[in-house]
Protein backbone atom coordinates (compact mmCIF):
# COMPACT_ATOMS: atom_id res chain seq x y z
CA UNK A 1 0.00 0.00 0.00
CA UNK A 2 0.93 3.64 -0.06
CA UNK A 3 3.41 4.72 2.65
CA UNK A 4 5.64 8.09 3.81
CA UNK A 5 9.02 7.25 5.24
CA UNK A 6 10.47 10.62 7.77
CA UNK A 7 13.84 8.59 8.85
CA UNK A 8 14.60 11.22 11.42
CA UNK A 9 12.63 11.49 14.49
CA UNK A 10 14.46 14.39 15.82
CA UNK A 11 16.69 16.53 14.60
CA UNK A 12 18.31 19.50 16.61
CA UNK A 13 20.47 22.07 15.40
CA UNK A 14 21.58 25.66 16.22
CA UNK A 15 19.20 28.78 15.24
CA UNK A 16 20.59 30.55 11.85
CA UNK A 17 21.49 27.23 10.33
CA UNK A 18 20.16 25.56 7.26
CA UNK A 19 17.23 22.83 8.09
CA UNK A 20 16.02 19.64 6.11
CA UNK A 21 13.58 17.01 6.99
CA UNK A 22 13.96 13.91 5.05
CA UNK A 23 10.25 12.76 3.48
CA UNK A 24 10.10 10.14 0.76
CA UNK A 25 7.21 7.85 -0.41
CA UNK A 26 5.80 5.27 -2.13
CA UNK A 27 2.51 4.69 -3.90
CA UNK A 28 1.27 3.01 -7.21
CA UNK A 29 -0.09 5.98 -8.29
CA UNK A 30 1.85 8.50 -10.95
CA UNK A 31 -0.15 11.75 -9.85
CA UNK A 32 0.39 12.00 -5.80
CA UNK A 33 -0.09 14.78 -4.16
CA UNK A 34 2.29 15.67 -0.74
CA UNK A 35 2.19 17.56 1.74
CA UNK A 36 3.71 19.20 5.00
CA UNK A 37 2.18 19.32 8.45
CA UNK A 38 3.68 21.16 11.16
CA UNK A 39 2.22 20.58 14.64
CA UNK A 40 3.59 23.22 17.33
CA UNK A 41 3.48 22.52 21.11
CA UNK A 42 -0.11 22.55 22.50
CA UNK A 43 -2.09 22.76 19.15
CA UNK A 44 -3.04 20.93 16.45
CA UNK A 45 -1.50 19.90 13.02
CA UNK A 46 -2.02 22.28 10.16
CA UNK A 47 -0.78 22.46 6.75
CA UNK A 48 2.42 24.44 5.64
CA UNK A 49 2.61 23.51 2.48
CA UNK A 50 1.37 21.36 -0.32
CA UNK A 51 2.70 20.26 -4.36
CA UNK A 52 1.32 18.19 -6.93
CA UNK A 53 3.38 19.58 -9.80
CA UNK A 54 6.90 17.70 -10.67
CA UNK A 55 10.63 19.69 -9.83
CA UNK A 56 8.83 22.50 -9.17
CA UNK A 57 9.26 24.70 -5.69
CA UNK A 58 6.75 25.43 -3.53
CA UNK A 59 7.53 27.77 -0.69
CA UNK A 60 5.53 28.94 2.49
CA UNK A 61 6.24 31.12 5.63
CA UNK A 62 10.64 30.74 4.49
CA UNK A 63 9.86 27.05 4.00
CA UNK A 64 10.21 25.20 0.67
CA UNK A 65 9.71 21.85 -0.59
CA UNK A 66 10.26 19.97 -4.26
CA UNK A 67 8.63 17.30 -5.34
CA UNK A 68 10.36 14.89 -7.23
CA UNK A 69 8.63 11.78 -8.64
CA UNK A 70 12.01 10.08 -9.67
CA UNK A 71 13.44 9.88 -6.75
CA UNK A 72 9.39 10.03 -4.95
CA UNK A 73 11.19 12.37 -2.62
CA UNK A 74 9.90 15.69 -0.75
CA UNK A 75 12.20 17.65 1.44
CA UNK A 76 11.15 20.28 3.16
CA UNK A 77 14.37 23.12 3.77
CA UNK A 78 14.64 26.49 5.39
CA UNK A 79 17.87 28.44 5.07
CA UNK A 80 18.15 29.43 8.28
CA UNK A 81 16.19 27.95 11.15
CA UNK A 82 14.55 30.20 13.94
CA UNK A 83 13.51 29.39 17.58
CA UNK A 84 9.83 29.68 16.61
CA UNK A 85 10.40 26.88 14.06
CA UNK A 86 10.71 24.24 16.83
CA UNK A 87 7.55 21.86 16.25
CA UNK A 88 6.92 18.79 15.13
CA UNK A 89 6.60 18.41 11.19
CA UNK A 90 4.67 15.55 9.22
CA UNK A 91 4.75 14.87 5.84
CA UNK A 92 1.82 13.10 3.59
CA UNK A 93 0.89 11.90 1.06
CA UNK A 94 -2.66 11.10 -1.10
CA UNK A 95 -3.96 10.73 -4.65
CA UNK A 96 -7.35 11.08 -6.12
CA UNK A 97 -7.34 7.20 -6.54
CA UNK A 98 -7.11 7.04 -2.69
CA UNK A 99 -10.02 8.63 -2.12
CA UNK A 100 -10.02 11.49 0.21
CA UNK A 101 -7.66 10.13 2.57
CA UNK A 102 -3.80 11.23 3.77
CA UNK A 103 -1.64 8.64 4.49
CA UNK A 104 1.09 10.23 7.13
CA UNK A 105 4.81 9.51 8.14
CA UNK A 106 5.98 9.06 11.51
CA UNK A 107 6.32 12.59 11.79
CA UNK A 108 10.02 14.52 12.95
CA UNK A 109 10.62 16.52 15.85
CA UNK A 110 12.88 20.08 15.14
CA UNK A 111 14.06 21.37 17.88
CA UNK A 112 16.24 24.26 17.38
CA UNK A 113 18.36 25.87 19.93
CA UNK A 114 19.85 29.55 21.16
CA UNK B 1 -12.97 30.66 8.64
CA UNK B 2 -14.03 28.15 10.97
CA UNK B 3 -13.84 25.99 13.90
CA UNK B 4 -13.44 22.45 14.57
CA UNK B 5 -14.34 21.15 18.23
CA UNK B 6 -13.99 18.45 19.75
CA UNK B 7 -15.41 17.27 23.41
CA UNK B 8 -14.43 15.91 25.72
CA UNK B 9 -10.94 17.35 25.66
CA UNK B 10 -10.14 14.90 28.04
CA UNK B 11 -11.02 11.38 28.42
CA UNK B 12 -10.52 8.95 31.47
CA UNK B 13 -11.57 5.57 31.29
CA UNK B 14 -11.54 2.32 32.68
CA UNK B 15 -10.24 -0.96 31.07
CA UNK B 16 -13.11 -2.85 29.16
CA UNK B 17 -15.29 0.24 29.09
CA UNK B 18 -17.19 2.07 25.85
CA UNK B 19 -16.42 5.19 25.18
CA UNK B 20 -17.25 8.12 22.73
CA UNK B 21 -15.10 11.02 21.20
CA UNK B 22 -17.36 14.42 19.73
CA UNK B 23 -16.58 16.04 17.06
CA UNK B 24 -18.35 19.12 15.05
CA UNK B 25 -17.04 21.36 12.48
CA UNK B 26 -18.52 24.31 11.19
CA UNK B 27 -16.86 24.75 8.05
CA UNK B 28 -19.66 23.52 6.05
CA UNK B 29 -16.96 20.66 4.68
CA UNK B 30 -18.13 17.18 3.18
CA UNK B 31 -15.64 15.11 4.37
CA UNK B 32 -14.29 13.90 8.15
CA UNK B 33 -11.77 12.33 9.76
CA UNK B 34 -10.53 10.48 12.56
CA UNK B 35 -6.88 10.32 13.40
CA UNK B 36 -4.82 8.73 16.23
CA UNK B 37 -1.53 10.19 16.84
CA UNK B 38 1.18 8.23 19.17
CA UNK B 39 4.39 9.50 19.81
CA UNK B 40 7.11 8.27 17.22
CA UNK B 41 3.84 6.60 15.07
CA UNK B 42 2.38 9.30 13.36
CA UNK B 43 -0.97 10.15 12.65
CA UNK B 44 -3.15 6.83 11.55
CA UNK B 45 -6.30 7.26 10.21
CA UNK B 46 -8.95 5.48 11.91
CA UNK B 47 -12.11 6.05 10.17
CA UNK B 48 -13.34 8.97 7.63
CA UNK B 49 -16.71 9.99 5.98
CA UNK B 50 -16.87 11.50 2.50
CA UNK B 51 -20.69 12.53 3.61
CA UNK B 52 -23.57 12.13 5.47
CA UNK B 53 -24.13 8.60 6.73
CA UNK B 54 -21.32 7.32 5.21
CA UNK B 55 -18.48 5.57 6.83
CA UNK B 56 -14.65 4.26 5.73
CA UNK B 57 -12.39 2.21 7.12
CA UNK B 58 -8.75 3.70 7.95
CA UNK B 59 -5.58 1.62 8.37
CA UNK B 60 -6.68 1.60 12.45
CA UNK B 61 -10.37 1.05 12.30
CA UNK B 62 -10.10 -2.58 14.51
CA UNK B 63 -11.75 -1.48 18.02
CA UNK B 64 -13.44 1.31 16.86
CA UNK B 65 -16.94 2.47 15.61
CA UNK B 66 -17.61 6.01 14.17
CA UNK B 67 -21.21 7.42 12.89
CA UNK B 68 -21.73 10.35 11.06
CA UNK B 69 -24.98 11.65 12.26
CA UNK B 70 -25.03 15.03 10.08
CA UNK B 71 -22.92 17.32 8.19
CA UNK B 72 -21.44 18.71 10.73
CA UNK B 73 -20.99 16.04 13.08
CA UNK B 74 -18.71 13.09 13.25
CA UNK B 75 -18.43 10.75 16.32
CA UNK B 76 -15.99 7.88 17.20
CA UNK B 77 -16.60 5.09 20.00
CA UNK B 78 -14.06 3.30 21.63
CA UNK B 79 -15.32 -0.24 21.64
CA UNK B 80 -13.55 -1.95 24.79
CA UNK B 81 -11.24 0.22 26.67
CA UNK B 82 -7.53 -0.98 26.90
CA UNK B 83 -5.77 -0.97 30.29
CA UNK B 84 -3.02 1.52 29.98
CA UNK B 85 -3.93 3.30 26.55
CA UNK B 86 -2.67 6.63 26.46
CA UNK B 87 -3.55 8.49 22.91
CA UNK B 88 -4.45 11.77 21.35
CA UNK B 89 -7.65 11.37 18.95
CA UNK B 90 -7.52 14.09 15.97
CA UNK B 91 -10.46 15.04 14.06
CA UNK B 92 -10.46 16.59 11.47
CA UNK B 93 -12.46 17.87 7.84
CA UNK B 94 -11.79 19.35 4.43
CA UNK B 95 -13.54 19.80 1.21
CA UNK B 96 -13.92 17.14 -1.03
CA UNK B 97 -12.76 19.20 -4.21
CA UNK B 98 -9.98 16.32 -4.38
CA UNK B 99 -10.17 16.20 -8.58
CA UNK B 100 -8.34 17.80 -11.16
CA UNK B 101 -5.31 20.01 -10.14
CA UNK B 102 -6.59 20.69 -6.90
CA UNK B 103 -5.56 19.33 -3.10
CA UNK B 104 -7.71 20.83 -0.45
CA UNK B 105 -6.31 21.31 3.03
CA UNK B 106 -7.19 18.74 6.28
CA UNK B 107 -8.22 21.51 9.31
CA UNK B 108 -7.76 19.41 12.85
CA UNK B 109 -9.50 20.14 15.95
CA UNK B 110 -7.65 20.43 18.88
CA UNK B 111 -7.92 16.80 20.21
CA UNK B 112 -9.07 14.67 22.87
CA UNK B 113 -6.87 13.14 25.24
CA UNK B 114 -7.57 9.56 26.32
CA UNK B 115 -6.37 7.74 29.50
CA UNK B 116 -7.13 4.08 30.45
CA UNK B 117 -6.54 3.39 33.78
Known amino acids: GDSVTQTEGLVTLTEGLPVMLNCTYQTIYSNPFLFWYVQHLNESPRLLLK?????KRTEHQGFHATLHKSSSSFHLQKSSAQLSDSALYYCALSDRHMGYKLTFGTGTSLLVDP | GGIITQTPKFLIGQEGQKLTLKCQQNFNHDTMYWYRQDSGKGLRLIYYSITENDLQKGDLSEGYDASREKKSSFSLTVTSAQKNEMAVFLC????????????????FGSGTRLTVL
Open chain 2, 92 to 107: ASSTRDWGGSSAETLY
Open chain 1, 51 to 55: SFTDN
